[in-house]
Structures are given as structure tokens and as C-alpha cells.
């Protein structure tokens, strides 16, 4: 007679899979909470205390940790020794293990969660059973996943055993999962340890979908999610509309998502190329759109736009003019939502804008490695802001720097935002020389440069820059400082009545 081993946490589809394994001539053998559901549901089971002749001890910390267990698992059906081995000390074969482990990660995503709490829910039998019968696969069919039953008791049924790929992408499965747990287990207890740089980086991530291609039609590429990661995110977002995300269109979602964050008042944010074309606030949703859209008409056509309040009607109704790929809100009036959907391929995106919690550290892949860093969350806030000119800035320029400040952050270096308090003006990215960028936002901003405030990511090597923005009509400049050579720049601001504001915080985007 085979022998199915069946103990599971979750146990959806449990009853249904071991009764029919049991109508197959398995004998089924269970603990706990496992057996217990079985036995009610008229499933003869026998009890792997029965198998061992030893009881579970430790409040079940100790139960299927047993040579009677493992011997039946890890016994090579081809090798003469191991079946002798087994056959003197009296061990049956196990041909089936069914198996998923405690809790841990729906336990630590609890409130107030305690440590012992957690580590009660670290499963140690479980990933130790399905190791041994993952590594024995060759006679062992393993499943962890309750939607691999049906196929399973597929094959069972047509063939009389499950072939040798499935047993092999089963056991390919257990790896990964048992891997994945201990991924969770080891961030927790380094949490806990307090250690920020471990010698080891474990991580793990959850498959979401696979992506039609990458960042070109030749490139494969699939969307992966973090685990217990932050609902305010492109990851957590629902799509209500339009044609499956593309991966140039989750970057671009999730590059507007983080600049419209930067805003308490109603803003809107339009994103071309994971840089801003366009950035409005105001008093209302609508108005920060249309300052959006002005900003650049042109770049925001094909755009991706966040805005951080509900998309009412009227908001729609301009939006519904221009042609975008994705409209990323928190919420959409039913109004707005039905408009909207009219054009079938624009993306319609809710997202929480709740940003409780700590900030995701940001990974970024390199061949042969991968960097880790915190997120760039500062702001004006965090600074110590010193104004080095004689002149004090506005209570409108303030504002204005402050705008600037807020998305130059956000923009590929060498980056130039020119703004005012409502809106940006010009923004110049991803240059190889700051004065460079500078033209390209000055220009960009044209007449409209006239009383406005320029911010900078970095600081000023020479006071190219400051003439290039004083002839432009700026008024204002926020920049980090730091130069060997700040005491140029603050010159040539003086020269022109430019009141100029250091940070001591530089925003790099590479």
C-alpha cells in the first residue's frame, strides 16, 4: 500500500485531496489539526505517533522529526543498502508528502505582533519534511501548493504515479518555497538583531505576472512584488481600465507615484521617461491638473499622470482630451470613472496614498551584483537651509523653491527644475554638465522664467550657472552647497539681486 504523509495549515482542498487519494489506496497519515479534520470528515487516517510509537512533545514542536519519517522519505527505492536500511529497522516508505508550513508571514503582518509570537510560528518539521522528499524526488511526489492537487490526482488517476517532470517542478516548487520562507524568517530575526548589513542579503519576492516584454519587444520580463509590502505602490495598485501594464509603464507609474507623494496640497504630477514634463498644485484637483498640463503641453501627450485626491467629473472631462497611457489617482468618482472608461486603452490605476510605515530600502541590479541604499526621503524639512546672499528670499519664492526642491529630487542628474509657486516651468534631466541642464530648463521655461526660482540637485562646480539663470530672469536659487567654489556662485547672485538658498542635501539620481 502507498502512503500519503498530508499535514497542512492552510487547508483548502485538504478534505477533497485526501479523500481521494484514499479512494486510490493510499493509507494517509496526519497530525494535529490535520488529522482531526480528516477523522471528522470520515477519512480514516492513522496518526504519525501511530508510525513513530512516539508521542508529539513540546506543545508539537516535536512530532514528525523522526527516523520512521524520514527514513521513509529520504530511501532511495533503487539502492539495495538503502532498502535494506529501512527494511531492518521496521521503516515503511512515504511515496506522497503533502505539506504547507505555519503561518510565519500572516503572523509577523499582524499589529502588534510579539517576538514570541513570531518565532512560535517559524515551522521547523515542516520544511524539514518537505526538504527530504523535495531531495528525493526521483521516488517522491511533494506538493506545498493546494492548486497543484487537482493535477496531481490527475495523473494519479490516468497513470497510476506522477511522472518524473511533474515530481522534479514540484520539487523545484518546495525549494523555492521553503527557501522563501526562511527568506521572511531571516529578514524578521535580523529586524529583531538590529543589523543593518548583513553578510548575507536574503530576499524574496512573489510573482505577480509575466510582462508581455521589457523595456524593448526583444526583452523578456515579469513583474515580481515584495512580500507584506506597502500598499501605497505601484505593486498595490487596481486597474480598473485599460490594456495590461507594460514595463516601461510600471517604472513611469511608480516614478509619478513617488513625486506626487512629495505633496500635502491637491498636485498633480505628468511623467515621461520616469522624469516630470509637468507639475501642478492648487486649490482644487482641477486646477493642479491644468497647471500639469501646462507646463508642457507637449510632453505630456503618451504620459503617465498621478494626482494625490479623487478624479471628480470635471478633473475627467480634461483629462479625457488629452491622450495618455495611465491615470493613477487614489479614487475616481463613479462619474469620472465611467468617462474615463470610455477610452478603452487608457490605464485607469487607484493606489492608497497611506504612507504609514518605514520606507522600502531601494535595490538596483548590476551585472554580477546588486546595490542596496535607503529611499531619498528628505526634504526641505530635513535641511538646514541657510540663505549665503544678501537678499532673503519672498514669501512667493520660498514657495517656489520649495516646488522645486520637492521634484528635482526626482529627475535624472544632472537636473535643473525651474518652477514657480504653482508650477513647473522647465526641467532639464540626465545631462553631463550642470549648466547644460540648466539651458535646457531655462529654455524650456522660457518667458515664464521671469521672477521664477530654479532648484538644482547638486551644487554649482563653477557660476556658469548662475549666469545662465540670472540672464534668464530667474530670481531665486536652492541648491546644496558645498562647492570648493560656492563663494563664485554667491557673487554672481549678489551681482544680479538673486537670493540664493544652501541645503546641505544633495539629490543624485543615477
Known amino acids: ?54 508521542p508529539e512533545i513540546l506543545d ?66 515542516g520544511p524539514s519534511m518537505l526538504r527530504s522528499a523535495a531531495k528525493n524526488f526521483e521516488d517522491v511526489t511533494v506538493v506545498v501548493d493546494y492548486v497543484d492537487y487537482q493535477m496531481i490526482l490527475s495523473q494519479l488517476r490516468e497513470k497510476g504515479e506522477v511522472d518524473r517532470e511533474t515530481r522534479c ?17 531571516a529578514e524578521y530575526l535580523t529586524k529583531c538583531a538590529q543589523e543593518e548589513n548583513p553578510e548575507q542579503l536574503t530576499l524574496t519576492y512573489e510573482k505577480m505576472n509575466s510582462l508581455r516584454y521589457g523595456e524593448n519587444p526583444h526583452q523578456q520580463a515579469s513583474f515580481y512584488r515584495t512580500p507584506m509590502g506597502s500598499d501605497s505602490s505601484i505593486a498595490a495598485a487596481r486597474q480598473w481600465n485599460g490594456k495590461e501594464l507594460s ?23 505628468a511623467v515621461k521617461h520616469m522624469n516630470p514634463c509637468g507639475v501642478g498644485v492648487g486649490d482644487t484637483v482641477l486646477e493642479a ?39 493613477m489617482a487614489p479614487a475616481f468618482t463613479e462619474e469620472a470613472l465611467e468617462l474615463l472608461k470610455g477610452k478603452k486603452n487608457l490605464r485607469l490605476l487607484t493606489v492608497s496614498f497611506d504612507q504609514t510605515g518605514s520606507p522600502e530600502r531601494m535595490l538596483t541590479s548590476v551585472g554580477g ?20 546672499t544678501k537678499r532673503e528670499p519672498s514669501e512667493e519664492e520660498w514657495k517656489a523653491l520649495k516646488l522645486g526642491w520637492s521634484i528635482v529630487k526626482h529627475v535624472k542628474s544632472n537636473a535643473i527644475v525651474v518652477s514657480n509657486a504653482e508650477m513647473t516651468l522647465g526641467v532639464g534631466a540626465g545631462q553631463m554638465n550642470r549648466v547644460g541642464a540648466a539651458k535646457i530648463a531655462l529654455e524650456q521655461a522660457g518667458e515664464k522664467a521671469q521672477g521664477a526660482a530654479l532648484a538644482s540637485d547638486a551644487f554649482f562646480p ?30 554672481k547672485a549678489d551681482e544680479y539681486g538673486i537670493t540664493m538658498v544652501v541645503t546641505g542635501i544633495r539629490h543624485f539620481k543615477h
Do not use: W
Open 1 to 54: 500500500m502507498k502512503r500519503a504523509l498530508i499535514s497542512v495549515s492552510e487547508k483548502s482542498g485538504v478534505v477533497e485531496f485526501a479523500r481521494e487519494l484514499k479512494e486510490l489506496g493510499y493509507m494517509i497519515l496526519s497530525t494535529g489539526g490535520t488529522k482531526k479534520i480528516l477523522l471528522e470528515s470520515g477519512i480514516e487516517v492513522t496518526g504519525v505517533d501511530e508510525v513513530t510509537g512516539f
Open 60 to 125: 508539537g514542536r516535536v512530532k514528525t522529526l523522526h527516523p520512521r519519517i524520514h527514513g521513509g522519505l529520504l530511501a532511495r527505492r533503487n539502492n539495495e543498502e538503502h532498502v535494506k536500511a529501512v527494511e531492518e529497522q521496521g521503516i515503511d516508505f512515504i511515496d506522497l508528502v503533502c505539506v504547507n508550513l505555519y503561518p510565519f508571514q500572516q503572523t509577523i503582518a499582524m499589529p502588534n505582533v510579539t517576538e514570541e509570537e513570531a518565532i512560535e510560528n517559524i515551522d521547523i518539521g
Open 169 to 185: 517542478k514540484l520539487a523545484a516548487k518546495v525549494f523555492r518555497h521553503t527557501a522563501a520562507y526562511d527568506a521572511y524568517i
Open 247 to 269: 514595463f516601461n509603464n510600471i517604472r513611469d507609474a511608480d516614478a509619478a507615484l513617488q513625486m506626487v507623494k512629495e505633496f500635502s496640497e491637491p498636485a498633480a504630477v
Open 289 to 327: 491638473f491644468e497647471r500639469a498640463y501646462q507646463a508642457d503641453p507637449i510632453s505630456i501627450f503618451g504620459g503617465i499622470v498621478a494626482i494625490n485626491r479623487p478624479v471628480d467629473l470635471e478633473t475627467a472631462e480634461k483629462l479625457h482630451e488629452i491622450f495618455l497611457e495611465i491615470v
Open 369 to 388: 551584483g546588486l546595490l542596496l541604499q535607503d529611499q531619498d526621503t528628505l526634504g526641505l524639512e530635513d535641511a538646514e537651509l541657510r540663505v549665503v
Open 462 to 491: 563653477m557660476e556658469d550657472t548662475v549666469e545662465a539663470a540670472a540672464k534668464a530672469g530667474i530670481t531665486a536659487i536652492i541648491q546644496p552647497g558645498g562647492s570648493i567654489r560656492d563663494e563664485d556662485s554667491i557673487k
